[in-house]
């Protein structure tokens, strides 16, 4: 692997990079389902997405927030992903 990354903080860093990518795709995706420009709707729609795609156990969540998502309790971290 340190043939492409040449330290550890470059491969967390390239992992971090993918992980906003998806996040900002996550985002834009469930604002474009928006009705209008209700400002709350939009608001929620992008938080649903946000929380959505760093809770849903994805590689790229477990790489960046390992200690959160273990911290958590099945049925508490089924609950932050629902709302």
Request: hydrophobic letters at 45%; charged letters at 25%; one cysteine or more.
């Given at each position: 692997?340190?043939?492409?990354?040449?330290?550890?903080?470059?491969?967390?860093?390239?992992?971090?990079?993918?992980?906003?990518?998806?996040?900002?795709?996550?985002?834009?995706?469930?604002?474009?389902?928006?009705?209008?420009?209700?400002?709350?709707?939009?608001?929620?729609?992008?938080?649903?997405?946000?929380?959505?795609?760093?809770?849903?156990?994805?590689?790229?969540?477990?790489v960046i927030t390992p200690d959160f998502i273990r911290a958590l309790p099945?049925?508490?971290?089924?609950?932050?992903?629902?709302?």
């Amino acid at each position: 692997i340190y043939y492409h990354f040449p330290s550890k903080e470059k491969l967390l860093l390239a992992v971090h990079e993918e992980g906003v990518r998806q996040t900002q795709t996550a985002v834009e995706q469930a604002l474009a389902r928006a009705d209008g420009d209700e400002a709350w709707e939009r608001l929620v729609l992008a938080c649903e997405a946000h929380l959505g795609s760093l809770l849903a156990g994805t590689p790229y969540s477990r790489v960046i927030t390992p200690d959160f998502i273990r911290a958590l309790p099945a049925p508490i971290r089924r609950t932050a992903v629902a709302q």
